[in-house]
């Protein structure tokens, strides 16, 4: 099984960005797929998943306002949309998959990918 993050880089305040993770050798319309981030110091914090056939999103309270998540199922792709970045969305993006259990718990995502860093200037 392999997850592997697009799209990450540097980009200014105020615009906009979309991470892109590649899912392989799993059966991936059967998973949730979520987006967690990490700054630097900081825990690994939820962002955003989409549930099995993409009928069900949750977002965090603190970019739900700014952030999409979608997923091409026959592309195996979850995208992350990000508008109006600020300062405070710089972190290293993590995708994750899980079978069952809590979206918001990194404890319940059985597969990881190795990251995408997205920096924002001001």
């Known amino acids: 099984v392999q997850l592997v993050e697009f799209g990450g880089g540097l980009v200014q305040a105020g615009a906009s960005l979309r991470l892109s993770c590649a899912a392989s050798?799993?059966?991936?319309?059967?998973?949730?797929v979520a987006w967690f981030r990490q700054a630097p110091g900081k825990e690994r914090a939820f962002v955003a998943a989409?549930?099995?056939?993409?009928?069900?999103?949750n977002y965090a309270d603190s970019v739900k306002d700014r952030v999409t998540i979608s997923r091409d199922d026959a592309k195996k792709t979850v995208y992350l949309q990000i508008d109006s970045l600020k300062l405070d969305d710089t972190a290293v993006y993590y995708c994750a998959a899980a079978w069952r259990g809590s979206v918001y718990s990194t404890a319940s995502h059985d597969y990881w990918g190795q990251g995408t860093q997205v920096t924002v200037s001001s």
């Open positions: 050798g799993l059966t991936f319309e059967s998973y949730t």
């Open positions: 989409i549930r099995w056939r993409g009928g069900i999103t």
